[in-house]
């Protein structure tokens, strides 16, 4: 039984030891808040091999089965974070968490799925997307791809339509930065956004403009600033505008869905409230680094402090986070992605002397969901029911796995974190599960505890200990056609019939 004084949510076995591996398919959740994005209630969750069966108020139970007593915790989705990059390869570097590591911490975070971000190999999708499935391969919970393209032929185009239809990727990223790396022309995009209109599938940017990026590294270094502060100044937020204002009119132009990752900066935020006010349909993502830092981190002395900060585009002034909280609450940006992407201080290092090696990219993955919780709900910015949805719900709608994933509901899987209200809860490279030695919320202390977290109906986090194994995992196919995509061939066969319509010529 629970000792009263060790606060374990109730976490309890009415059943003898026997019938464990019963009770292990099958749970029931008890008078817990329920929260999903459209509704709260008190009631219970009955889970039964990994999914869930029922949603009603004050079940009774018959027979042995797991009981958790959720009285006085929030009852929620888990997390699922549309944005990482686990085993990474990049800038002559490999991204120290793996898809163990980065999914251990998804799972001790709250979060319950990722979709990554599988690279070419040489430029070939389908090289690179079998490669990510090999590393994916000591995954320890649900997993999705979106797929990056960095070049444009008609193989490219051919392997994205393979991947759509057969592998479960709905979308495709393109970089229009880091220039002689992973950035494509803007005839590359276009081409690109054409195919994902074809094929249903959402086109995704990174906005920054990479030749004005070149510009300005070699800039900073003629003027001899070579620190972490010359990786910020090098690529201002004008460069996010002007990339983010040429995607949305390109995918305007093309009439297919755009995805704007990790919005870090009101130029680009305004592009996007713009477009969404036109009736377009964009999608904006900010993450968390950019919600809840400044760039000042960018100038500590200590180096390997103020490397752990570099990531593209960069950490903002202040200011640029308070209005994207803002515009977060009131819905003009739509989900929060984490952009979990960890290279220790020894792989920080290479870029002392030259900021432009320093890798970028900085960790999330496991500290979103309280980060998120302490610096909107707590400040009253949004409800249980928002959080639920930019955490959880708004990803599983626009990656078309709605309402298997993020929802509460009889049908979809037993995905679920308790998160306790008055609990709280601090952030160290010390204790988190990253494989890294730092951690960019260093020290934080945060109010709301997700204690515990079940991933497809098994508890795999409670009492600060995580019960995960590698190759647990499994990866979840994503359908194209989403929501983004209905009626827009109306659009496209009204504006073929305005091209048509007489023009009246004055005399
Ligand atoms: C390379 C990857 C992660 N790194 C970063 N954002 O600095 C990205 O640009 O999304
Ligand atoms: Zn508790
Ligand atoms: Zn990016
Ligand atoms: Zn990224």
């Not at 018959?62 to 990059?85: C, K, L, N, S």
């Not at 910015?381 to 309402?403: G, L």
Request: proline share 4%.
């Amino acid at each position: 039984l629970v000792r009263a004084q060790d606060h374990v949510c109730g976490v309890t076995k009415n059943s003898c030891s026997a019938s464990d591996s019963l009770s292990s398919t099958r749970l029931l959740i008890k008078g817990g808040t329920i929260v999903n994005a459209d509704r709260q209630e008190i009631a219970d969750v009955y889970i039964e091999d990994g999914i869930i069966k029922a949603v009603e108020p004050n079940m009774k139970v018959f027979d042995e089965i797991r009981v958790i007593d959720a009285a006085g915790h929030y009852v929620m989705p888990g997390g699922i974070d549309p944005h990482t990059h686990l085993a990474m390869p990049f800038m002559g570097q490999v991204t120290s968490d793996d898809f163990f590591s980065g999914q251990a911490a998804a799972l001790a975070g709250g979060t319950t799925m990722h979709i990554d971000f599988a690279l070419p190999s040489d430029g070939d999708l389908l090289a690179g997307y079998k490669q990510y499935q090999e590393k994916a391969s000591k995954a320890c919970m649900d997993y999705g791809f979106h797929m990056a393209v960095t070049k444009w032929n008609d193989r490219v185009a051919s392997d994205m339509e393979m991947l759509v239809k057969d592998e479960g990727i709905n979308s495709f990223k393109f970089f229009m930065a880091y220039k002689g790396a992973l950035m494509v022309t803007d005839e590359e995009l276009l081409q690109g956004l054409k195919k994902c209109k074809e094929l249903g599938a959402l086109a995704q940017v990174h906005a920054e403009n990479g030749d004005a990026v070149v510009e300005g590294q070699t800039r900073m270094i003629e003027m001899g600033i070579t620190g972490p502060e010359g990786h910020c100044l090098s690529r201002p937020s004008i460069l996010e505008g002007e990339a983010t204002s040429r995607a949305i009119r390109l995918a305007s132009f093309v009439n297919t869905p755009l995805y704007v990752v990790h919005v870090m900066s009101i130029e680009a935020l305004e592009e996007i409230i713009r477009a969404r006010q036109s009736g377009q349909r964009v999608i904006g993502e900010p993450v968390v680094s950019g919600l809840a830092l400044d760039d000042s981190v960018l100038w500590d002395p200590d180096f390997d402090v103020a490397a752990k900060y570099v990531m593209s585009p960069p950490i903002r002034p202040a200011g640029h986070n308070m209005a994207l909280r803002a515009a977060l609450s009131t819905g003009l940006l739509q989900l929060v992605g984490t952009d979990h992407c960890t290279f220790n201080s020894t792989q920080k290092a290479a870029g002392k002397g030259d900021f432009r090696k320093i890798p970028n990219g900085v960790n999330g993955i496991e500290e979103r969901m309280h980060i998120l919780w302490d610096l909107m709900v707590n400040s009253g910015k949004i409800t249980p029911m928002d959080y639920v949805r930019i955490t959880s719900t708004a990803c599983a709608q626009i990656f078309n796995i709605y309402p298997r994933k993020g929802a509460i509901i009889p049908g979809a899987d037993a995905d679920i974190i308790l998160l306790n209200p008055n609990a709280t809860s601090t952030i160290s490279s010390k204790t988190h599960h990253s494989n890294v030695d730092t951690n960019i919320y260093e020290g934080w202390t945060l109010k709301g505890k997700i204690e515990v977290t079940i991933s497809r109906g098994r508890v795999v986090w409670e009492n600060g200990v995580l019960n995960v194994f590698p190759g647990s995992g499994r990866y979840i196919h994503l359908p194209p056609y989403s929501y983004l995509f209905d009626g827009l061939d109306k659009i496209d066969s009204a504006y073929l019939s305005s091209l048509k319509a007489p023009r009246h010529y004055s005399k």
